[in-house]
């Protein structure tokens, strides 16, 4: 039998600033070696490899290591969705730079959360896939519902491939609050599959440095056509 859950435990781990500052590195889903976790958080080597530790150790991140060098990720969707939660309540930082000021901008348009997509790019596609019947409404943190696979949207994107059963806890379909547009957009197996799909059509591509996707002419073109 086990009481309540211990919040003191991942919150002191993400309260740090470089172990912050690396969590939100690896929310794009994909895994970086400890040297640019280093670079990234600002600290030393040796300084980002304690800090690694104990995100292992509190279950936040996992490890692997390939040939000489260990590569770093979330530990799993739930951990990427903590970290966005904290995103939405933090105070913002001011920007101080055009460099800063463009990143935001980036960020604010079209990036990756985990393994999906997230932005503003995220919500003209939900909003036009509701509009077409294909997906019910979403609701921040609830599962979502696809109604159909069958419309023009739906097809050009794949949907049916994504409705398929797998042996999975994680829904086929869930509502992500975005933190920078304050309305849900697509998680869940649908809303990896969406993010892959769009960076196969090159619709989108990603960005080294950051977790933005720069939005490829072509994109912008299929994105006006259901806007």
Not at 186 to 193: P, V, W
Not at 198 to 207: H, I, N
């Amino acid at each position: 039998m086990h009481g309540d859950a211990d919040l003191a435990a991942p919150a002191r781990l993400m309260g740090e600033p470089a172990r912050a500052a690396m969590l939100v590195a690896l929310l794009d889903g994909r895994a970086l070696p400890a040297s640019d976790l280093a670079a990234i958080a600002g600290v030393k080597p040796p300084t980002a490899s304690a800090h690694l530790a104990q995100l292992v150790d509190g279950g936040l991140v996992t490890d692997r290591r390939i040939g000489r060098h260990r590569y770093f990720a979330l530990a799993g969707p739930e951990v990427a969705s903590a970290v966005e939660a904290l995103q939405r309540i933090a105070p913002r930082r001011e920007v101080a730079s055009y460099a800063q000021s463009a990143t935001a901008a980036r960020l604010a348009e079209a990036r990756s959360c985990y393994d999906h997509l997230a932005g503003r790019i995220s919500l003209q596609l939900a909003d036009a896939l509701v509009a077409e019947g294909a997906l019910a409404p979403l609701v921040a943190g609830e599962p979502g519902r696809i109604l159909a696979a069958d419309g023009a949207l739906a097809r050009r994107l794949g949907l049916e491939q994504a409705t398929t059963p797998v042996p999975s806890r994680r829904p086929a379909v869930r509502g992500c609050l975005d933190w920078t547009e304050r309305r849900p957009h697509i998680a869940g197996r649908l809303g990896a599959h969406l993010l892959d799909r769009l960076l196969a059509e090159g619709w989108v591509a990603r960005v080294p440095g950051d977790r933005s996707l720069r939005i490829s002419e072509a994109g912008r073109a299929a994105f006006a056509s259901f806007a």
